[in-house]
């Protein structure tokens, strides 16, 4: 089953690639590496503000992580020229957690974000993660992932 093919059965459609927010490029190539920049969690209902332990529990967390990564795939798509097969496998994620000292819960939240990576890439998307609390993220935002892809 092709990416696109998965994608549309999981329901998702891969937006535009976000266009970088201060004086950075959203990705860079390198040989066969992609290395995407920090991604923040939005979607068409614009930013995914707040933080875990206070007014976002874990599950909402994880849904903004997985936001953060289907803005991943639409920049390594972008990088690919449009052509998801390129895409060999997902090496490592990233992941910053808006949340409060008390909150232990980071891996859980990046889950979001690894769980959607499998979904769509079958073993592919296993990859290599860190997963870290912010005192505070960019815009307000829940989670913000960066990721490491290779491409053929």
Known sequence: MTIEARLAELGVTLPDAPAPAANYVPFVVVGSIVHVSGQISQ???GLIKGRIGEDMDVAQGAEAAKSCAISLLSQVKKACGGDLSRIVRAVKLVGFVNSTPECTDQPK????ASDFLVAVLGDAGRHARS???AASLPLGVAVEIEGIFEIR
Request: proline share 0%; glycine share 20%; hydrophobic share 40%.
């Open 43 to 45: 979607n068409t209902g």
């Open 109 to 112: 939240v990046i889950n979001g």
């Open 131 to 133: 997963a870290v609390s």
